[in-house]
């Protein structure tokens, strides 16, 4: 059975940089896309990007100029990195595997973490 | 503002049959897969309907999906207190070249 944990910062100073992690166990990176989408609190989901075990990466264009997205191949691991954060990146984070090409297929999800942007 | 269009609420008495819209356009819902997620509030989204109509194993067949032309529905038939949850439509958009979620239904049983 696959779990993905995910850790990280869960209260940020507005222009700060966020930066959360997801382990993955019970299953190989390999053959599948590694995504984050996040939920402000009592608002819907918006995925903010992914990427591949071979490093590959695509964003939501409106968050594009903001975000990384990278791989660790000899943890079991992928992060996620937003930088100059302001109140609006006040969300639920979530880490989730993606299968299937170009297909909406998110079948396995972390726990999700709240993380608090804030002076 | 979403991309895909959901209505917002939902409501049905144990029993009853409840169906929730998504509405889209060429470039995601009518050329792609529709996805339904269920989310109990507190918790993350669990995957309820994938490829437009299929169930994962554990998902009770009182749940089903299907799709025409750029709109789809999820249809709870059965109606149960432990339905009560918001459901999110997915899907792959192709201009975009990324997931787009549906606004959230969420769904309350009387």
């Known amino acids: 059975q696959v779990q993905l944990q995910q850790w990280g910062a869960g209260l940020l100073k507005p222009a700060e940089t966020l930066s959360l992690s997801c382990d993955v166990s019970?299953?190989?990176?390999?053959?599948?896309?590694w995504n984050w989408i996040r939920q402000p609190p009592g608002k819907g989901l918006e995925w903010i990007g992914e990427?591949?075990?071979?490093?590959?990466?695509n964003y939501n264009p409106s968050l594009k100029s903001r975000v990384g997205i990278s791989v660790d191949t000899s943890k079991n691991q992928f992060s996620l990195k937003l930088n100059s954060v302001t109140a609006a990146d006040t969300a639920v984070y979530y880490c989730?595997?993606?299968?299937?090409?170009?297909?909406?297929?998110?079948?396995?999800w972390g726990q999700g973490i709240l993380v608090t942007v804030s002076s | 503002q979403s991309v895909l269009t959901q209505p917002p609420s939902a409501s049905g008495t144990p029993g009853q049959r409840v169906t929730i819209s998504c509405s889209g356009s060429s470039s995601n819902i009518g050329s792609n897969h529709v996805y339904w997620h269920q989310q109990v509030p507190g918790t993350a989204p669990k995957l309820l309907i994938y490829?437009?109509?299929q169930r994962p194993s554990g998902v009770p067949d009182r749940f089903s999906g299907s799709k025409s032309g750029t709109s789809a529905s999820l249809a709870i038939s059965g109606l149960r207190s432990e339905d009560e949850a918001d459901y999110y439509c997915?899907?792959?958009?192709?201009?975009?070249?990324?997931?787009?979620f549906g606004g959230g239904t969420r769904l309350t049983v009387l």
């Open positions: 990427t591949n075990s071979r490093g590959g990466t």
């Open positions: 019970g299953g190989s990176l390999s053959g599948y896309y």
């Open positions: 989730a595997r993606r299968i299937d090409f170009r297909s909406a297929y998110l079948d396995y």
């Open positions: 997915a899907v792959w958009d192709d201009r975009l070249s990324g997931v787009v």
């Open positions: 490829r437009n109509n």
